[in-house]
């Protein structure tokens, strides 16, 4: 059957006990096992699979851990860009500016936690008002959007240096991004000033006066250039801090704040992958799923999945015979991995039906230790262990209309790619990297 690429037998134990003096604990009491009651086994196959990359529906992104915000072009993804829209929250209410506040400065502070890509290219970030408001009782998607203003409250280029400190007035800080708004936008910073006493005095009103801020980045403009920026809006160091002064004094300070009860969420865009490379758009967007046998995909933020489908196995044995899974691994390779576009941390692997519903494996529920999944950065692969899942397939017990879906983890919060080795690729390179199904197996009675 052509989706068995290869079949050996471990008989290399079984002669070491043969020749050995001294008989091992596990083999006392074998001589009296009649030759018909013993077992066969410790057999090894690589099972062909079939697979194919298709772009993900989008992600929930609303309330998330952190945010991203960039654009980076990917030279085989193409170009993806992240916005963050977010409410402002009063960090206490019964604030009053006083008499004829008059700003001297306000900045738009952004605490950063990484970067995903190139960290030295130049990044455009434009940040805008909202004109409708988000509620934090909503679900959010990564395709969604709010209605904000055509021009930009302000614009800021910069090269990010995510992980490096930031001194102000010696004072050493943790990376974090700032930007000036007070020069640019001083209607926007007169209509906080004009906030009515009503909305500083409890925050359901302030979010409804003042919607909140829509900041993102212009498209990359170059293969290979740009970043992401990992944003953690709930931190100290993120806020919009007014500096100001009114007839009672010269020297005040006032910020608006994102906390957990503050409703955000990110917003992503692949543009539909008219930038990707022509092999992956032949594959993704067309539809060849032949191309599945040569590279594979996965991309966080919404983008790309893969479908694993695993044969009826029946061809594995004669008809009639029963075996037993003792061991199956999905390996999945990196073959991308000298890219500056890091592969994800993590692997999520589950069932999927035809109408997108989602069924987690019983393998899943021993632990991650045992079902894997995690980057092994030396051997630059990810395994699954899944022999529940492949003795259902073999028993005819498991629901054909289903197959297994690949996905990047953390896909809202991470700004990951992988490219991995197809199911069968005429590629010498990247044949030791294709996707596979070990699995031992021992013959029954």
């Known amino acids: 059957m052509k989706q068995i690429i290869q079949k050996t037998c471990w008989f290399v134990f079984l002669a070491f006990l043969a020749g050995s ?7 006392i009491g074998t001589s009296i096992i009649p030759p018909t009651d013993k077992l066969q086994y410790g057999i090894d196959t690589t099972i062909l699979l079939d ?42 209410v019964g604030h009053s500016f006083g008499n004829n506040p008059i700003i001297d400065s306000a900045i738009l502070k952004l605490a950063i936690k990484g970067a995903y890509g190139d960290s030295t290219s130049l990044l455009t970030v434009n940040v805008y008002e909202l004109l409708d408001t988000i509620s934090y009782n ?10 904000h203003s055509t021009v930009p409250l302000t614009s800021k280029s910069f090269i990010a240096r995510p992980y490096d400190s930031v001194y102000i007035d010696s004072v050493k800080y943790a990376p974090h991004l700032r930007i000036r708004l007070d020069q640019s936008a001083p209607d926007f910073i007169q ?11 409890q925050n359901t009103e302030f979010i409804q006066y003042l919607k909140g801020l829509y900041i993102t980045a212009e498209d990359a403009t170059m293969p290979g250039k740009g970043s992401l920026l990992y944003v953690n809006l709930e931190s100290a160091l993120t806020e919009l801090i007014l500096y100001y002064k009114n007839d009672e004094s010269d020297s005040l300070s006032f910020s608006l704040v994102v906390n957990s009860a503050t409703a955000r969420f990110n917003h992503f865009d692949h543009y539909g992958y008219a930038h990707a490379d022509p092999l992956f758009k032949q594959q993704v967007l067309y539809n060849d799923k032949t191309l599945g046998k040569e590279r594979l995909y996965l991309q966080t933020m919404g983008g790309i999945k893969t479908v694993v489908k ?41 069932e999927e039906d035809t109408t997108g519903q989602v069924y987690f494996l ?5 632990g991650t230790e045992y079902f894997g999944g ?24 498991r629901d054909s209309t ?11 919060v991470r700004g990951n790619r992988l490219v991995f080795g197809g199911t069968n690729p005429t590629n010498p390179s990247l044949y030791e990297k294709r996707l596979r199904l070990q699995i031992v197996y021992t013959f029954l009675p």
């Open 51 to 92: 697979a194919y990359s298709i772009v993900e529906d989008s992600v929930r992104t609303d309330e998330t851990s952190q945010n991203i915000l960039g654009s980076y072009w990917d030279p085989i993804f193409g170009i993806s860009t992240a916005g963050i829209y977010t409410q402002l929250s009063l960090p206490f």
């Open 21 to 27: 003096c001294t008989k091992e604990p596990d083999q």
């Open 191 to 201: 209509k906080i000033f004009s906030t009515p006493s009503d909305a500083l005095s």
């Open 374 to 397: 995690i980057y092994n950065s030396n051997q630059q692969n990810y395994y699954f262990r899944i022999p529940r899942y492949i003795q259902d397939i073999f028993d005819g017990t």
């Open 310 to 350: 695993i044969p009826d196995l029946k061809g594995l044995v004669a008809d009639g015979q029963k075996i037993a899974i003792t061991e199956a691994k999905l390996i999945i390779s990196n073959a991308d991995a000298n890219s500056i576009y890091s592969a994800p941390d993590n692997l999520v692997l589950f």
């Open 362 to 366: 019983s393998e899943q529920s021993i």
């Open 138 to 147: 909503s679900i959010y998607y990564s395709n969604n959007s709010i209605e």
């Open 402 to 412: 289903r197959h297994l879906t690949l996905i990047a983890s953390s896909p809202s």
